[in-house]
């Protein structure tokens, strides 16, 4: 069987050397995975210029085990926090508050318009006893890129505390510690730094984690607990993923060669405008506008012919060799495909050559004319 390449916000396609990483046990025990792990948390911090003000904490699960964490530990019981939520991934954050008990004050925005830095200025300034800003960076939901530096900017103001759903941009979007302020900024391992899916990460301010001690409301999600443990015996509480952080630390290894962040942000913008503009030859539109598009995903307007439809689709472009993504939005019938992951331009194209060739077997009108006006927007 040839293997799949992966159009998805992940788990993403993977180098072979990537995958051959996990081709040896290691023992939790062992000092050299606990070196292996003090080298891939060093490295994480590194990425965002944070070593010197932050930690870097590991823990086990996928990415939103790993927002939840964050969030238990880091808003105290009394603590209120604010999100700015313009997709699937702002509304997640503010469901697992609700499961926290920990009281939210939700911003909404349209899922086609960026966060608005001015109006969390002023939820901020209209009231005083809200303590953080929960915000995400790119929402994966629609493929949308929020002004983090802006919004940074303001919540420092404000003297309030950001964490950062970093999930999906972190390595690729530039984001620096010396520039950005941020308590705490959560990512996994197998989003754009290419890893696997199974473990996910926070670097977090010291200060804010030494202060966290007690918040937590769960014994397994709680990083003050983890990184406690951890600093004692350089273990991870509990049965750590190890073939899951070797595989990160090969990544990571594959990330520096590459040139890391502007060699991935490159690499990732190459396979954005083969995808976008190979699909607008079709007809195809994309739902964000160019100005606020991130290049990890693409959400496109599904085509409006009667001869298409997504499960059709899916598997004829799967067939080909292509795993897409359906779309999350409630109110227009769309799709998404990834840009990220361990493939370049040339395996986009032929994603793109496959797409035509897929809707050209079912009948579905190809040209500038088969997408829908203006639904939607
Ligand atoms: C992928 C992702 C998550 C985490 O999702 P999991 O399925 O738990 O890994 C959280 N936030 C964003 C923005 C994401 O893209």
């Known amino acids: 069987m040839s293997e799949p390449i992966l159009l998805t916000p992940g788990p993403l396609t993977t180098s072979r050397a990537t995958k051959e990483a996990m081709l040896i046990d290691w023992g939790s025990w062992d000092s050299a995975f606990n070196a292996l792990t003090a080298s891939v948390c060093r490295d994480l911090a590194n990425i965002a210029n944070a070593a010197e003000s932050h930690v870097c904490v590991p823990l086990q699960g996928s990415g939103t085990f790993a927002v ?127 890893g696997v899916p199974g473990m996910g990460f926070v670097i ?31 273990q991870w509480r509990y049965t750590p993923p190890t073939h899951v952080v070797a595989a990160l630390r090969s990544a990571l290894d594959q990330y520096r060669a590459e040139g890391g962040q502007p060699a991935r942000l490159a690499r990732y913008s190459d396979n954005c405008a083969t995808l976008v503009q190979g699909m607008r030859r079709m007809g195809f539109r994309s739902y964000l506008e ?66 035509v060739d897929v809707l050209r077997d079912m009948g579905v009108a190809i040209g500038e004319a088969q997408s829908a006006p203006d639904a939607g927007m």
């Open 68 to 194: 939840e964490a964050a969030l238990g530990t880091l808003v105290p019981p009394g603590g209120k926090v604010l999100v700015p939520s313009n997709g699937a991934y702002c509304q997640r954050i503010t469901r697992i508050l609700g499961y926290l008990g920990r009281e939210a004050v939700v911003l909404d925005h349209r899922e086609d318009e960026p966060i608005d830095p001015g109006r969390i200025e002023h939820a901020l300034i209209a009231d005083a006893g809200i303590t953080h800003v929960a915000q995400v960076h790119c929402e994966t939901g629609t493929g949308m890129l929020n002004p983090l530096h802006d919004i940074a900017a303001v919540v420092a103001a404000q003297d309030r505390r950001l964490i950062i759903d970093a999930m999906s941009s972190f390595g690729v979007i530039p984001l620096d510690a010396d520039f950005v302020q941020f308590e705490a900024l959560v990512s996994a391992s197998g989003k754009c730094l290419e």
């Open 204 to 234: 977090v301010r010291r200060g804010a984690l030494a202060a966290a001690n007690g918040n937590c409301h769960s014994l397994a999600m709680d990083l003050h607990d983890q990184w406690i443990y951890m600093q004692k015996t350089g």
């Open 290 to 355: 160019d100005a606020v598009q991130a290049p990890i995903i693409v959400t496109f307007h599904a085509p409006v012919d009667p001869a298409y439809e997504f499960p059709e689709f899916y598997r004829r472009v799967r067939d080909k060799g292509f795993i897409l993504y359906p779309g999350k939005l409630t109110t227009v019938e769309t799709f998404r495909v990834g840009c990220i992951g361990a493939i370049d331009s040339t395996q986009m194209q032929r994603a793109v050559d496959a797409i």
